[in-house]
């Protein structure tokens, strides 16, 4: 029997910080919710829009899988392991945080804000050795498909972590249908539209919503608009 909790978009923490307009779908920061700390594994998930020249200073992680998806515009990165590149829409990038490292965040646009997801996942293994990695995605793969971008297989396609994870993109027609079939019995789903509208085993989510699931082998999605969405295949418990 599946398990399905509805997150709507309009129940989200929100912050605007002028430099920074951020929406949370867990507890962060200055906001928490009892209710809504994590799914499973995954403990962040926050839909950000830097303003243009702004960013995040340098600050400190450790022991968490750090993915980061751009969705407008650009984003400089530096961190403590001597990476200093440029994140652009279309990529995707992970840092396994591990023993601890330093990074900072910045829109290196003058004329442009960036808007990008941040996602945190807690990782499979404690204090692991840090790393990096990042790539450019073919978004012609997530037309009218699951394109997968993160696993736990580093021979696979996307990035990957430390963590039995398996996340996609999809760009659906309107009216398009497709199975999602689960990669790890008792992992959970957690499904965030970035636009349009969409149905998922017939329970509909609009933009910015997002569903978790658990308990399930298969799923059907069918797209009601047009609609562009993630998909996060999480472990509920380590």
């Not at 807690?122 to 037309?143: A, C, H, S």
């Not at 965030?192 to 569903?211: K, N, P």
Request: hydrophobic residues 35%; negative net charge; charged residues 20%.
């Amino acid at each position: 029997m599946k398990n399905t909790i509805l997150h709507k978009a309009n129940t989200r923490g929100h912050a605007d910080h002028g430099w920074l307009n951020a929406y949370h779908s867990f507890s962060f920061a200055s906001w928490y919710n009892p209710e809504r700390v994590q799914f499973g594994m995954l403990r962040v998930l926050n839909d950000d829009t830097v303003a243009a020249g702004m960013g995040f200073g340098t600050h400190p992680h450790d022991n968490m899988e750090i993915i980061t998806i751009p969705l407008e515009g650009d984003l400089a990165h530096k961190d403590s392991m001597g990476n200093t590149e440029v994140i652009k829409t279309g990529d995707v990038q992970v840092m396994s945080a591990g023993t601890g490292i330093q990074h900072s965040e910045f829109n290196p646009n003058a004329d442009q804000h960036t808007k990008l997801f941040q996602i945190w996942v807690f990782p499979k293994y404690r204090n692991v050795t840090p790393r990096y990695q990042q790539i450019t995605l073919d978004i012609t793969e997530q037309k009218n498909n699951f394109a997968q971008i993160l696993s736990p297989n580093a021979e696979d396609a996307g990035v990957w972590i430390y963590q039995d994870a398996w996340f996609y993109l999809a760009d659906f027609d309107k009216n398009f249908s497709k199975t999602y079939y689960i990669n790890k019995e008792n992992n959970g789903m957690y499904v965030f539209v970035i636009s349009g509208t969409i149905t998922v085993d017939g329970q509909e989510i609009e933009t910015r919503d997002g569903l978790g699931i658990c308990e399930f082998n298969d799923l059907e999605f069918i797209a009601t608009s047009d609609a562009k969405f993630l998909l996060m295949e999480i472990p509920m418990e380590q």
